[in-house]
């Protein structure tokens, strides 16, 4: 028993040498990994996102009375438009007033809407 012990420890003892890794390609490793994950999440996560919220800023900018709005589930179409708030008209005639970022969807008037907009 004592023999086949003696047999099996040398070769331990070579495996455990070359299963080592050097410090120098660790690190170059991790660096290269890290430098993935980066472009990884630019390219999926953080572009088309900024893409996004840049495109909902530009809609929300370019509102004007007579548009048909959502915002948090509610329809109305545009009744004035102020620095930071929109006052909806609803369908019965009443209006509320709403912030400018909770704008969802905006379906722009059409030319006889615009005429009686206008109004």
Sequence with gaps: MKKSLLFF??????FAQDAAPSSQSGISQTLIMIGVAL???YFILWRPEQKRRKAAEQMRSSLK?????TAMGIIGKVDRVLEQTLVLKMIDGTKIEVLKA??????????????????
């Design 9 to 14: 420890l040398p070769t331990a003892a070579i």
């Design 65 to 69: 009375k007579g548009d048909r709005v």
């Design 102 to 119: 909770a704008v969802t969807d905006v379906q722009p008037a059409s030319e006889e809407e615009k005429s009686q907009a206008s109004e």
């Design 39 to 41: 472009v990884f999440f």
